[in-house]
């Protein structure tokens, strides 16, 4: 297979060669381009419509040859850009002895071609072609001669191979890319401040899970790849914007599976003056409002459901579903031995290190998650669960937090934030007991967010959504990597047959 690869790059090289003998430069620094292709067949159908003699359309259009089909001294190619496909009609008695020079033309290359349009027998808008030229030539072939690309190893690795043979996936990044834009959209006109917060930080707080680690040369420290826009964020609340939001990429040290990809994409937002309720009627506001403006429906089919996005979503309790799902009411086990047991009672893995809220959380993944397929808010989470959200008034054990679920995983966490720095504070010390007692995911103590906090900050409603995780829903794909362009995969060479 690498010989006969290297066999079709010995081929092209040599085209390549005879193009320059010739005078010709393959990779020229400008081009002669007018409208993309699906703007040129547009206009032409335009002209046809509109009565007249006058003559048709002269078009100068660019892109890749994807297919070539020669007929002695006419040939058929079929160009496509970013926006779609036109055919190019050549001939020789046209073209002369340039004609020749498609001999040197694989698929994969790219050309320009000028001329007027015309409307084949079989109906396909054609330029006829009185004039071309070699602007790339590609010295590789395309993926399985533009039938699909189908190794899904391949497809993630290489994923402009992924992108130029299969049309499906080009549709996905552009709702993706849609998708993001509508957020940002909604957001601005809620007045909401979009801003940047450092991904290098010195502490690696607001979530709790394993950090990258680099090395800042400059100042010889250690710092950390962000696993959470939320403490910058919320330093900003304190100085007294009352609503931002960001929408960037977070680091998470963690596992690779179909729904968790250790580079990812989230929004946060940060509400002055909001609790956790106004942030989950914004949630489903948000997500309903999207689905509509990119998708114009509420009803997305995902594998064999359909999600109903239409507001109100249903609301419950953690506590509630624990209790329908596992079968027991975690309240009534507080003593971390006892939930153990209980864990092995009802078939759930006990997590590495876990404590008590490490288990809680691994009996709602492995049980309750899974049943969530229709919008789900899941409200007020156990205290250990959530050393950031501010704790229930009338129940002290519990913390103002919501989970939003669809297509059974979450797709958006959010709290009403904890202001009270001394309470923090003491909590960010229970979170480093648990991480000397080896849980290397509990939250470090930052105290430049502690004093941030010491300045006041007013009740806040903040907000993470997952941007991948509600692409996977609104898109209808069971895995993560299907909706990154670049997921993270285990490095290897790169040479070889694509």
Same mark, same amino acid.
């Given at each position: 297979? =690498?010989?006969?690869?290297?066999?079709?790059?010995? =081929?092209?090289?040599?085209?390549?060669? &005879?193009?320059?003998?010739?005078?010709?430069?393959?990779?020229?620094?400008? %081009?002669?381009?007018?409208?993309?292709?699906?703007?040129?067949?547009?206009?032409?159908?335009?002209?046809?419509?509109?009565?007249?003699?006058?003559?048709?359309?002269?078009?100068?259009?660019?892109?890749?040859?994807?297919?070539?089909?020669?007929?002695?001294?006419?040939?058929?190619?079929?160009?496509? #850009?970013?926006?779609? &496909?036109?055919?190019?009609?050549?001939? /020789?008695?046209?073209?002369?002895?340039?004609?020749?020079?498609?001999?040197? %033309?694989?698929?994969?290359?790219?050309?320009?071609?000028?001329?007027?349009?015309?409307?084949?027998?079989?109906?396909?808008?054609?330029?006829?072609?009185?004039?071309?030229?070699?602007?790339?030539?590609?010295?590789?072939?395309?993926?399985?001669?533009?039938?699909?690309?189908?190794?899904?190893?391949?497809?993630?690795? &290489?994923?402009?191979?992924?992108?130029?043979?299969?049309?499906?996936?080009?549709?996905?990044?552009?709702?993706?890319?849609?998708?993001?834009?509508?957020?940002?959209?909604?957001?601005?006109?809620?007045?909401?401040?979009?801003?940047?917060?450092?991904?290098?930080?010195?502490?690696?707080?607001?979530?709790?899970?394993?950090?990258?680690?680099?090395?800042?040369?400059?100042?010889?420290?250690?710092? +950390?790849?962000?696993? =959470?826009?939320?403490?910058?964020?919320?330093?900003?609340?304190?100085?007294?914007?009352?609503?931002?939001?960001?929408?960037?990429?977070?680091?998470?040290?963690?596992?690779?599976?179909?729904?968790?990809?250790?580079?990812?994409?989230?929004?946060?937002? +940060?509400?002055?003056?909001?609790?956790?309720?106004?942030?989950?009627?914004?949630?489903?506001?948000?997500?309903?409002?999207?689905? %509509?403006?990119?998708?114009?429906?509420?009803?997305?089919?995902?594998?064999?459901?359909?999600?109903?996005?239409?507001?109100?979503?249903?609301?419950?309790?953690?506590?509630?579903?624990?209790?329908?799902?596992?079968?027991?009411?975690?309240?009534?086990?507080? #003593?971390?031995?006892?939930?153990?047991?209980?864990?092995?009672?009802?078939?759930?893995?006990?997590?590495?290190?876990?404590?008590?809220?490490?288990?809680?959380?691994?009996?709602?993944?492995?049980?309750?998650?899974?049943?969530?397929?229709?919008?789900?808010?899941?409200?007020?989470?156990?205290?250990?669960?959530?050393?950031?959200?501010?704790?229930?008034?009338?129940?002290?054990?519990?913390?103002?937090?919501?989970?939003?679920?669809?297509?059974?995983?979450? %797709?958006?966490?959010? +709290?009403?934030?904890?202001? #009270?720095?001394?309470?923090? /504070?003491?909590?960010?010390?229970?979170?480093?007991?648990?991480?000397?007692?080896?849980?290397?995911? =509990?939250?470090?103590?930052?105290? #430049?967010?502690?004093?941030?906090?010491?300045?006041?900050?007013?009740?806040?409603?903040?907000?993470?959504?997952?941007?991948?995780?509600?692409?996977?829903?609104?898109?209808?794909?069971?895995?993560?990597?299907?909706?990154?362009?670049?997921?993270?995969?285990?490095?290897?060479?790169?040479?070889?047959?694509?």
């Amino acid at each position: 297979m =690498a010989e006969h690869a290297d066999e079709l790059v010995a =081929a092209r090289r040599a085209k390549l060669e &005879r193009l320059r003998e010739r005078g010709i430069d393959p990779y020229p620094p400008r %081009i002669k381009r007018g409208e993309d292709l699906a703007a040129t067949a547009q206009r032409f159908q335009i002209w046809e419509s509109e009565p007249g003699e006058a003559p048709a359309p002269r078009v100068t259009v660019a892109g890749r040859v994807t297919a070539m089909r020669t007929m002695g001294r006419v040939a058929f190619l079929d160009l496509r #850009d970013g926006s779609g &496909r036109l055919q190019a009609h050549f001939r /020789r008695d046209i073209l002369g002895d340039a004609y020749a020079l498609l001999r040197e %033309i694989d698929l994969g290359d790219f050309l320009s071609v000028e001329g007027p349009l015309f409307r084949t027998k079989t109906g396909e808008a054609t330029v006829a072609v009185e004039d071309f030229a070699v602007i790339t030539k590609a010295l590789r072939p395309p993926p399985e001669k533009w039938h699909g690309l189908q190794d899904v190893e391949l497809r993630y690795r &290489r994923r402009y191979l992924d992108l130029m043979a299969n049309a499906e996936v080009r549709r996905i990044f552009r709702m993706r890319s849609a998708v993001v834009s509508a957020i940002r959209r909604f957001m601005d006109g809620r007045g909401f401040v979009e801003v940047e917060t450092p991904i290098l930080q010195a502490s690696a707080g607001g979530a709790t899970t394993r950090p990258f680690r680099t090395h800042f040369n400059a100042l010889d420290e250690e710092r +950390y790849l962000r696993i =959470a826009e939320e403490l910058h964020l919320k330093r900003l609340i304190v100085g007294g914007l009352d609503k931002v939001y960001e929408i960037g990429r977070i680091f998470r040290n963690e596992g690779l599976s179909t729904k968790r990809n250790p580079e990812f994409t989230m929004m946060e937002s +940060y509400e002055a003056y909001a609790d956790y309720r106004a942030v989950a009627e914004m949630v489903e506001t948000l997500v309903s409002t999207v689905a %509509i403006e990119v998708l114009g429906t509420l009803q997305i089919p995902h594998g064999e459901d359909l999600i109903d996005l239409t507001p109100p979503w249903r609301r419950t309790t953690y506590r509630a579903e624990i209790l329908r799902h596992a079968g027991f009411d975690f309240l009534d086990y507080s #003593d971390l031995d006892r939930l153990k047991a209980k864990m092995q009672e009802i078939g759930v893995d006990l997590p590495p290190g876990g404590g008590w809220g490490k288990c809680i959380d691994e009996i709602s993944s492995t049980l309750v998650e899974p049943h969530l397929v229709q919008p789900t808010f899941l409200l007020d989470y156990p205290l250990a669960l959530s050393p950031l959200a501010k704790r229930k008034s009338d129940d002290p054990g519990l913390v103002e937090r919501f989970e939003a679920f669809m297509g059974g995983f979450e %797709i958006a966490n959010a +709290y009403s934030e904890l202001n #009270d720095p001394i309470e923090q /504070r003491e909590r960010f010390i229970e979170q480093v007991r648990l991480r000397g007692a080896g849980d290397e995911e =509990a939250e470090p103590l930052d105290e #430049d967010f502690l004093l941030a906090l010491e300045h006041g900050m007013p009740p806040t409603g903040g907000l993470g959504i997952g941007i991948d995780r509600l692409l996977m829903v609104l898109l209808n794909q069971t895995s993560i990597r299907e909706v990154i362009l670049f997921p993270d995969l285990r490095s290897q060479g790169t040479q070889g047959e694509a």
